[in-house]
């Protein structure tokens, strides 16, 4: 059963399992959810599976990467989760100074306050380096399609409209760069 978070209220939320996933690490969680009531954004929060174990549950899972190039310019990917990233040709497209390489876990906590395996756009709301371009391949960008993110925790995935989530991002002070990914991407991903 999904749990709706909200920030005055908890549905759902009565035994000890889904009070544990409450609680669990990430910097600013309730702060995540209460912005997200106050701007006005539904959410439906429930307990995270992998691919096989998903039984038909909702939206499009999506892949969030935490690059960096070689200049100490950052960037937050976002695609389909089965996709794979041509990362030169991201380069390229993106005129990133050099290659890529991703963000060491110690890059991840202090400046979005995530462990590793938690990379989201929700952790925009922990940035204090203002040195982000975020990143979303265009297929996610359909107003009402429905996407996944964890939120600011592995253990959880977040339902959200890809206009909300952009509503959200600009909330953050940043703004979405839109990049057709679909040619780099495995047939079974077009």
């Known amino acids: 059963m ?3 978070l909200s920030w005055l209220k908890y549905e759902s939320l009565t035994n000890s399992a889904n009070m544990a996933l409450l609680s669990l ?4 969680r309730e702060r995540l959810f209460r912005t997200l009531e ?3 954004i539904p959410v439906t929060t429930v307990r995270y599976y992998d691919k096989g174990l998903r039984n038909g549950m909702a939206g499009t899972f999506c892949k969030n990467l935490f690059l960096k ?3 100490g310019q950052y960037y937050l990917v976002i695609c389909h989760e089965d996709c794979q990233v041509d990362m030169k040709w991201l380069k390229s497209q993106l005129q990133a100074y050099r290659n890529f390489s991703f963000a060491s876990g110690e890059e991840l906590q202090s400046i979005l306050c995530i462990k590793p395996g ?3 756009p929700f952790a925009l ?4 380096t203002s040195n982000i371009r975020v990143v979303i391949d265009q297929s996610l960008t359909v107003q009402s399609a429905l996407l996944n993110f964890h939120p600011l925790n592995s253990e959880e995935t977040t339902l959200i409209t890809f206009k909300d989530v952009e509503k959200f991002v600009k909330y953050c002070g940043y703004q979405i760069e839109i990049v057709n990914f679909q040619h780099m991407y495995r047939a079974a991903c077009s």
Not at 25 to 28: E, I, L, R, T, V
């Open 2 to 4: 999904p749990l709706k």
């Open 25 to 28: 690490a990430g910097c600013g």
């Open 38 to 40: 106050d701007l006005g």
């Open 69 to 71: 190039d070689r200049k």
């Open 118 to 120: 938690a990379v989201t």
């Open 125 to 128: 709301i922990n940035d204090t």
